[in-house]
């Protein structure tokens, strides 16, 4: 694995007041082979197609996204450190940094059509790396991750744990962790160093209302029985609304 090299001095200069962009950020050279381990760190992998993905982020996702998908790494390998599993050894550092840093990018106008943001994402981060010379089985598993991360019984179920690669199932648990904060495994103390670095700008409330101002637009974004359609309907339920029900009148076997 290629190493990381901290940036907390140059992304603390620049992110922790949500203006910074990453650009000009990312480190020339990563240091001799050594890992860090992630409790004594805020450190992003440096490899070519990490430091292509921060540019592209810091560049298309507005603060609070772009804080968003960095928290979501950062939270993503200290959850994995604290269940035993290593970058490097357990798992590939740079396919979670790419998992998370792209999940959202649905929500930008860089890869906005008429999907579900979720899909528009995996599309696009697959597209990323395919434009890069990534065509094995890593851009399959950034699209998986990306087009489930919102749907949590996938990384719940023990079969999908053991049987699909491990990077999902860390990159999600870090994106929960950053989403809901419910029943992290994080140590506080490490919360705070990640938010004092990257701070919310609105938190998961800013990211729905991004979800939310997409279907608002484009109602083919929200369809019923999705997350984003669910969030639409909640929020909006004066709007027209396709039910199961709906669903079920138009079958045409008339059953």
Known sequence: MT??????????????????????????AAPAASHAVPDDDLSLPSTRLAREAARLIGE????????HSLRSFLFAREAA?????????????????LICALHDMGLTA????DQRFEMDGADFAA?????????DHRVDTVWDAIAMHTT?????????????????????????????????????????????????????????????????????KAPAATLPG????????????LTWDMLLDSNAWGD
């Open 3 to 28: 190493p990381s090299l901290s940036r907390r001095t140059a992304l603390g200069a620049g992110l922790a007041a949500g203006t910074g962009m990453l650009t000009g950020l990312v480190p020339a």
């Open 60 to 67: 298309a996702q507005e603060a609070y996204l772009r804080n």
């Open 81 to 97: 450190a604290l269940t035993g599993r290593r970058p490097g050894r357990d798992y590939d550092e740079e396919v979670v940094f």
């Open 110 to 113: 860089h890869a906005n059509s």
């Open 127 to 135: 597209r990323f790396l395919e434009r890069r010379g990534v065509t």
């Open 152 to 220: 949590r019984s996938f990384r719940d179920s023990p079969v999908f744990q053991r049987r699909r690669p491990p990077e999902i199932g860390i990159a999600q648990t870090g994106i929960s962790i950053d989403l809901m904060g419910t029943n992290s495994p994080v140590p506080p103390g490490y919360a705070d160093r990640v938010h004092r670095l990257l701070p919310r700008l609105g938190g998961a409330r800013a990211v729905t209302d991004a979800i939310v101002a997409q279907a608002l637009a484009n109602p083919r």
């Open 230 to 241: 669910e969030i639409l309907h909640q929020r909006h339920p004066e709007l027209p609304y």
